[in-house]
Nanobody, 121 residues
Framework: QLVESGGGLVQAGGSLRLSCAASGRTFSSYAMGWFRQAPGAEREFVAAIRVSGITDYSDSVNGRFTISRDNAKNTVYLQMNSLKPEDTAVYYC?????????????????WGQGTQVTVSS
């Protein structure tokens, strides 16, 4: 089970930190990802972190967002800085055991319920 928190309303240029708490004893064995979905749009890749700690970011957030994980706390984080109105979306945390391309949403086997992020201009 994955539970996201930390969403909310923020002005453009502001920051938020999302958290995703995972249940279970094998969190460290899963690659973790963050995706987002704006109204009327498809779900899109935001960031991911491998078991090794290697990270990947979409071009739209690279340099502004940072993904990290704390295996002792079974938690993955998404630090979002310099937020823009186009970052407004529901943000989802996801977990996968498969290796490979972490940008493929369909390869994630576990999903959270999502947390709303709204950035006002």
């Amino acid at each position: 089970q994955l539970v996201e928190s930390g969403g909310g309303l923020v002005q453009a240029g502001g920051s938020l930190r999302l958290s995703c708490a995972a249940s279970g004893r094998t969190f460290s064995s899963y690659a973790m990802g963050w995706f987002r979905q704006a109204p009327g749009a498809e779900r899109e890749f935001v960031a991911a972190i491998r078991v090794s700690g290697i990270t990947d970011y979409s071009d739209s957030v690279n340099g502004r967002f940072t993904i990290s994980r704390d295996n002792a706390k079974n938690t993955v984080y998404l630090q979002m800085n310099s937020l823009k109105p186009e970052d407004t979306a529901v943000y989802y945390c996801a977990a996968r055991i498969l290796v490979g391309n972490l940008r493929r949403a369909y390869e994630y086997g576990y999903w959270g319920q999502g947390t709303q992020v709204t950035v006002s201009s």
